[in-house]
């Protein structure tokens, strides 16, 4: 058995209530109409108005077949006139509902630019409001997932195609092997390496498959650890690492291993592009009433700075302050997006102010206990 529509299901709604109302009205009169008429009669005749004794069966007939005829055209008058109504009205409700029927069944086949327009009927404007909202949050995955998809090719072609010319040459004899030239081949390798980890790790965390256990945390210590490793990396030419961090920090609401992650993303992330000068390990309490129950940790730096008009694009995967240079630097463009979701998801915010050619300053914030 075919189902009805919805248009049809209030059409037939409309109408039954009608054919109700319409009943019930006939019935109620076509019981009672007659006997209150002769009731009426009697009580004229015994105040004496008029003899109707031998006209009361000729009158009531006639008054029933009167009732009979209005009634019938009350009914033809009456269903018509409210099975248009009800017409117009399934009409009226099942017009946005067609239109959001099209739209669905476009986004479906990849028409992600349809939408749906405004209704006057509040519960289906609303619903055409979630609809819009939906389409918009797919047409913002697709958009990532193709410039995910383009950045990845671009990030894949270059070691891939370094690994590929020396195998080349050294299946043609062109070239010999020597531990240079296999470092060179072991260093793309351990780069392609930590694109794939830097990606699964991203994607885990955009999904929100990440798991995070805050717990409150010492900072001080974990930020002396730091120190004391990246320091130990350091060229006598390079850098100087200094922490300027308080001992006596209070407490905050973290997860250890992730903060430890934000925080060797920050810090290696200015050794690379530190040739000279220091880096600087800070942490201080909101400055305003309204974050004063925020930690802010900052990693800055005088290294070579980020222009003014790239510093919306720093959080952006792949992105590099320096192209030319960060590519063999061993960035993959991942750290700082991953290091602003963890913050994002430990409930803090990450910043950056930054002048070219004079430095950097990251700035993390971490709720306290």
Request: proline residues 5%; aromatic residues 6%.
């Amino acid at each position: 058995m075919a189902k009805l529509s919805l248009g049809s299901r209030l059409f037939l709604s409309h109408m039954l209530v009608m054919l109700v109302g319409l009943g019930s009205f006939v019935s109620l009169a076509k019981i009672s109409s007659p006997r209150m008429f002769i009731l009426r009669l009697e009580e004229l005749e015994s105040q004496g108005f008029i003899t109707v004794r031998s006209a009361k069966t000729y009158l009531i007939r006639g008054f029933e077949t009167a009732w009979n005829r209005s009634s019938l055209w009350a009914i033809i008058f009456g269903a018509s006139a409210a099975g248009g109504l009800s017409f117009l009205a399934a009409d009226r409700i099942m017009q946005p509902l067609d239109r959001l029927k099209l739209a669905t069944k476009n986004l479906a086949e990849g028409d992600l630019q349809s939408r749906m327009p405004p209704s006057d009927i509040p519960e289906l404007e609303q619903l055409g409001e979630s609809f819009n909202r939906m389409a918009d949050s797919l047409a913002d995955v697709e958009q990532q997932r193709r410039e995910l998809v383009s950045d990845l090719t671009h990030e894949l072609r270059s070691p891939l195609t370094v690994v590929r010319g020396y195998l080349e040459q050294l299946a043609e004899g062109t070239i010999a092997g020597d531990p240079e030239l296999y470092q060179r081949l072991v260093g793309e390798t351990r780069r392609l390496e930590r694109l794939t980890v830097d990606l699964q790790e991203l994607s885990k965390v955009e999904a929100g498959y990440l798991s995070i256990q805050r717990q409150p945390l010492d900072l001080y210590p974990l930020l002396v650890k730091l120190q004391q490793r990246f320091a130990d990396q350091l060229l006598e030419e390079g850098p100087e690492l200094i922490l300027a961090a308080p001992s006596s920090l209070p407490p905050v609401l973290a997860d250890p291993d992730r903060t430890e992650q934000i925080l060797v993303n920050l810090i290696g992330n200015a050794v690379r592009y530190t040739p000279s000068g220091a880096i600087t390990i800070d942490a201080h309490l909101g400055n305003d009433q309204e974050k004063n129950n925020l930690l802010w940790v900052t990693v800055t730096d005088t290294g070579i700075g980020i222009a003014a008009g790239d510093l919306p694009y720093v959080f952006e995967r792949f992105w590099r302050a320096d192209k030319s240079r960060s590519r063999y630097s061993g960035g993959t463009g991942l750290g700082l997006a991953i290091a602003k979701r963890l913050v994002e998801l430990q409930g803090g915010n990450l910043l950056v102010r930054s002048t070219l050619g004079q430095g950097s300053e990251f700035s993390f914030s971490l709720p306290l206990v």
